[in-house]
């Protein structure tokens, strides 16, 4: 049982887009992407590459904000998704497809590379990871991307990341990388409306001595 509070504070949000506000008119009215004049912020330079990854980078995202809440350098998101493809943490299917972003390839890689400490949790409630949040320890977990309406039914859970970084006894803080607002960074839902989006899995990250 959680019977404290514990809340990261300024951990930076990112939009796995260029822009937050661009959100709501990529998700909702299928803008396209390039069309947000920062859509280059992070690393892009190529429209179709920029297209492709965009939309399945929450994970990448989520280690962006992590990495700069604790100050530790990386490159631009664009040279970081290089650097998780050669290390397996995303697979091209013959479909055309992506599997990914597969969780022990990605432990491997942020551990050898950042000197973060990643337990893949591949079955664990959403108290158990939430309990594991400390002074140097965020969480990802899989949840539906519907989880940016909280307030409407659901049809899936998992394929989608979102970055934890706050519990109490009731329920917790993220930031939603492809969230519109007012559920974008630093939501908080109770635990009973996460659950419906959640897919029962997910990893800690902790920041390791350097």
């Known amino acids: ?13 990112y939009t796995q887009w260029g822009s937050p506000e661009w959100v709501r008119d990529i998700v909702e009215r299928q803008r396209d992407p390039c069309d947000d004049p920062l859509w280059q ?3 892009f330079d190529d429209p179709e590459r920029y297209r492709f990854w965009a939309k399945r980078l929450c994970g990448l995202t989520c280690l962006e904000s992590a990495l700069d809440y604790w ?5 631009p998101r664009a040279a970081l998704l290089d650097d998780a493809l050669r290390h397996g943490v995303y697979r091209m299917r013959d479909d055309g497809g ?7 390839p990605f432990a491997g890689w942020v551990g050898d590379a950042y000197g973060l ?3 893949v949790l591949p079955q664990a409630s959403l108290e158990e990871i939430a309990g594991q949040l400390d002074a140097d320890t965020l969480a990802i977990v899989s949840v539906s991307a519907e989880i940016r309406y909280p307030e409407r039914p659901n ?3 998992g394929g989608h ?3 934890l970084h706050g519990r109490d006894r009731d329920g917790v803080w993220f930031h939603n990388p492809s969230g519109v607002a007012p559920h974008q960074a630093d939501v908080y839902l109770p635990f009973a409306t996460l659950a419906r989006f959640y897919a029962g899995r997910g990893m800690t990250l902790g920041r390791g001595a350097r």
Not at 1 to 13: E, F, G, K, T, W
Not at 98 to 104: S, T
């Open 1 to 13: 049982m959680i019977d404290s509070v514990l809340r990261h504070a300024d951990v930076p949000y």
């Open 41 to 43: 912020r992070s690393g």
């Open 71 to 75: 100050r530790i350098d990386h490159a």
């Open 98 to 104: 992506v599997d990914g972003l597969i969780y022990r």
């Open 117 to 119: 400490q990643v337990e």
């Open 155 to 157: 049809q899936r859970q």
């Open 161 to 163: 990341l979102i970055l």
